[in-house]
C-alpha cells in the first residue's frame, strides 16, 4: 500500500533502516484478518495474543526482528492513509469521486480533481497512485 521507513535496532545498538513493502502490508493484513478471526480482537483492539502471534508470524516470513510497536505504528498509519482515501472517496464534499476495482484508482472529473487538490494539496497523489488494499 504505502511505504513507510521504520528503524529496526541490530544487536550491536546501532540501527537500520528498511520501508514497509506491498508483500509485507499484504502479510500483515492478512495476518490482522486471522486474528479477528480467530478472536484475538475485542471491541476493536487486538489483544496482546494477536500482537505475540503477528510479531513471530512477520518476523519470520520477512526474516526480521519486528516488535509490537513496529506493528502499532504501521496500523496507525494504514489507518490514516485509509481515513484519508475514504473522506476523499465517500466525503460529503467530494461525492463525485468514484472507485475502480480494476485500476485500483480514484476516479473523476478533471474539475473535481483540481478542486481537491485545491483544498488538499496532499490528494494530488491519489490521482495517479493505486490503493492496493481498499477492500
Known sequence: MFMQKLAMSKKDG???RFHWTTPMDTAFLQAMITEKDNGNRIDGTFTPQAY???VEELS???GMDLT???LKNRLKTLKDHFSKFYDVLKGNSMSNFSW???TKLLGAEEEVWEKLIKESPGAAKW???PI???H
Open 52 to 54: 505475540t502471534n503477528m
Open 60 to 62: 519470520k516470513a520477512f
Open 14 to 16: 546501532t540501527s537500520t
Open 132 to 134: 492496493l488494499h481498499y
Open 68 to 70: 509490537k510497536d513496529h
Open 100 to 102: 475502480d476495482p480494476s
Open 127 to 129: 490521482r495517479d497512485k
